[in-house]
């Protein structure tokens, strides 16, 4: 199994920043893609930025320039820095993890979630 476990959300003026965080634990091979979701009220799970095992990021119309996410391999972490922030970026936050684990009869793919992270922008 693969755990992880956010931090970094909060209530926040329009035009301030936060900086979430999103920690994998388990018996961890390798991680492909780490990303970040949010859920607004009534709506569906987007998703807001991701980045693969080579650096490589996407990032929502809607975020890039103000949004920026990063990734510690040593710590299976990611951060998603968010900065300029407005009252529509208002969601629970959710980071998902893909890769592959190591289990009792060998290695298999994994696809986890975190339990989610509120932020809120006031206007």
């Known amino acids: 199994q693969v755990q992880l476990a956010e931090s970094g959300g909060g209530l926040v003026q329009a035009g301030g920043s936060l900086r979430l965080s999103c920690s994998a634990s388990g018996t961890i091979f390798s991680i492909n893609t780490m990303a970040w979701y949010r859920q607004a009220p009534g709506k569906q799970r987007d998703l807001v930025a991701a980045i693969d095992s080579g650096g490589n990021t996407y990032y929502v119309d809607s975020v890039k320039g103000r949004f920026s996410v990063s990734r510690d391999n040593e710590k299976n972490t ?4 968010m900065n300029s922030l407005k009252p529509e970026d208002t969601a629970v936050y959710y980071c998902n993890f893909k890769g592959v684990r190591d289990s009792w009869d060998g290695r298999r793919d994994f696809d986890s979630w975190g ?9």
Do not use: M
């Open 78 to 81: 990611v951060f998603l820095q």
């Open 115 to 123: 339990q989610g992270t509120q932020v809120t922008v006031s206007s």
